[in-house]
């Protein structure tokens, strides 16, 4: 039993690092909040649904976030800054935005596959977890519970440890979480820069797969 276990947590380790590359760094940050590229339609089908197993937000909620805490970052009306909300609201994602700005969002609902998740995601997500456990429990811990508990702790860490310091933070250990991304002061300097580094490795796999990244 523990040898299954150990298993199923090694291959949810190795298929988060997937979602957080494809999905959560290339797709939902570097695409859609910023724009940096454009994709095709089948990468994006493709990358919601990695998001879809790895549940932080709703791509839009998630989105709309993004953007706010590069308007105002480190502000009291960055939504999840340390420094007004405190370090556990923040790592734990357990802060919420009563009112989004039509601005940060109004593009976003555009897009049908977006809407669609966003309508639709806890219904998706449950059925990613009955459906993974009824598989196998310990198919339900590599390929749903493993994934959700990193993007937590991957999201958590980028809007903690990522901002020691006021306007981002160079953390490279947090690549292992968030694919390439621990340059983050890098990405607040100039937020349309792909490639924030050499070692990161979501910003490398972008520039490989779309020629105007």
């Given at each position: 039993?523990?040898?299954?276990?150990?298993?199923?947590?090694?291959?949810?380790?190795?298929?988060s690092?997937?979602?957080?590359?494809?999905?959560?760094?290339?797709?939902?940050?570097?695409?859609?909040?910023?724009?940096?590229?454009s994709?095709?339609?089948?990468?994006?089908?493709?990358?919601?649904?990695?998001l879809?197993?790895?549940?932080?937000?709703?791509?839009?909620?998630?989105?709309?976030?993004?953007?706010?805490?590069?308007?105002?970052?480190d502000?009291?009306?960055?939504?999840?800054?340390?420094?007004?909300?405190?370090?556990?609201?923040?790592?734990?994602?357990?802060?919420?935005?009563?009112?989004?700005?039509?601005?940060?969002?109004?593009?976003?609902?555009?897009?049908?596959?977006?809407?669609?998740?966003?309508?639709?995601?806890?219904?998706?997500?449950?059925?990613?977890?009955?459906?993974?456990?009824?598989?196998?429990p310990y198919?339900?811990?590599?390929?749903?519970l493993?994934?959700?508990?990193?993007?937590?702790?991957?999201?958590?860490?980028?809007?903690?440890?990522g901002?020691?310091?006021?306007?981002?933070?160079?953390?490279?250990?947090?690549?292992?979480?968030?694919?390439?991304?621990?340059?983050?002061?890098?990405?607040?300097?100039?937020?349309?820069?792909?490639?924030l580094?050499?070692?990161?490795?979501?910003?490398?796999?972008?520039?490989?797969?779309?020629?105007?990244?």
């Open positions: 039993m523990i040898e299954n276990i150990l298993l199923a947590t090694i291959a949810g380790l190795i298929w690092q997937i979602i957080s590359h494809f999905g959560a760094s290339i797709l939902l940050h570097r695409y859609y909040c910023h724009k940096q590229f994709v095709p339609v089948w990468f994006e089908i493709i990358g919601l649904y990695l879809s197993v790895a549940y932080i937000r709703t791509p839009i909620g998630w989105i709309a976030s993004h953007r706010m805490h590069h308007s105002y970052v502000t009291s009306k960055d939504p999840h800054s340390v420094t007004y909300l405190g370090f556990w609201k923040v790592f734990t994602t357990t802060w919420t935005i009563p009112n989004i700005p039509i601005n940060f969002a109004k593009d976003l609902y555009s897009n049908p596959r977006l809407v669609f998740l966003h309508n639709h995601h806890k219904k998706i997500l449950a059925c990613h977890w009955l459906i993974s456990f009824l598989i196998s198919f339900f811990i590599s390929y749903a493993i994934p959700f508990i990193f993007a937590k702790l991957g999201f958590g860490l980028l809007n903690t440890v901002h020691i310091n006021k306007g981002g933070a160079n953390v490279p250990w947090l690549n292992f979480f968030i694919a390439g991304e621990g340059y983050h002061k890098e990405h607040h300097t100039n937020p349309m820069q792909t490639r580094h050499k070692y990161d490795s979501a910003g490398w796999l972008a520039t490989k797969l779309f020629s105007n990244a």
